[in-house]
């Protein structure tokens, strides 16, 4: 019973929104994409910018001074911010160079090197 009255709550609710909120909807529909390539790009311009390719290759494969294979990487989000920032063998460390927000947008962009 409790449950009915939540569900006909949620149809009513929907059905105010869709009659007032048509054009605001369609607004953000066409919002969403752009917002999505704006959060994926600033980590491969990191990853430009910090000049990781040189070693990693632009794809993540080249292993310039034994550079690990970024496309096949199992690390962590964690294990990947914390090697971007302090480095690891042959790996300088990047947390003067970078922002925490830059490390972690290029840690991301670490998973697109691994869809390709
Ligand atoms: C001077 C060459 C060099 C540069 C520049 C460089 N790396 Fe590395 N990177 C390495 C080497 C070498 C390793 C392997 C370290 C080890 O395990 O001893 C490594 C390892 C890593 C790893 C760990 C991956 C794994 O699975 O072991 C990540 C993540 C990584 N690098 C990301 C980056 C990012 C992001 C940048 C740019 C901000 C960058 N690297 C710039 C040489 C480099």
């Given at each position: 019973?409790?449950?009915?009255?939540?569900?006909?709550?949620?149809?009513?609710?929907?059905?105010?929104?869709?009659?007032?909120?048509?054009?605001?909807?369609?607004?953000?529909?066409?919002?969403t994409?752009?917002?999505?390539?704006?959060?994926?790009?600033?980590?491969?311009?990191?990853?430009?910018?910090?000049?990781?390719?040189?070693?990693?290759?632009?794809?993540?494969?080249?292993?310039?001074?034994?550079?690990?294979?970024?496309?096949?990487?199992?690390?962590?989000?964690?294990?990947?911010?914390?090697?971007?920032?302090?480095?690891?063998?042959?790996?300088?460390?990047?947390?003067?160079?970078?922002?925490?927000?830059?490390?972690?947008?290029?840690?991301?962009?670490?998973?697109q090197l691994?869809?390709?």
């Amino acid at each position: 019973m409790k449950n009915n009255l939540l569900v006909i709550f949620a149809l009513l609710s929907v059905g105010l929104w869709a009659c007032g909120g048509n054009e605001k909807k369609a607004e953000t529909t066409i919002k969403t994409p752009q917002k999505t390539v704006a959060k994926v790009n600033p980590g491969k311009s990191v990853y430009r910018k910090a000049a990781c390719g040189s070693c990693h290759g632009t794809d993540g494969k080249k292993g310039m001074y034994q550079a690990s294979d970024l496309s096949t990487t199992t690390m962590t989000m964690e294990e990947r911010t914390e090697i971007i920032a302090n480095g690891k063998g042959n790996m300088n460390a990047f947390k003067d160079v970078l922002s925490p927000k830059e490390i972690s947008q290029v840690a991301q962009y670490i998973d697109q090197l691994k869809e390709k």
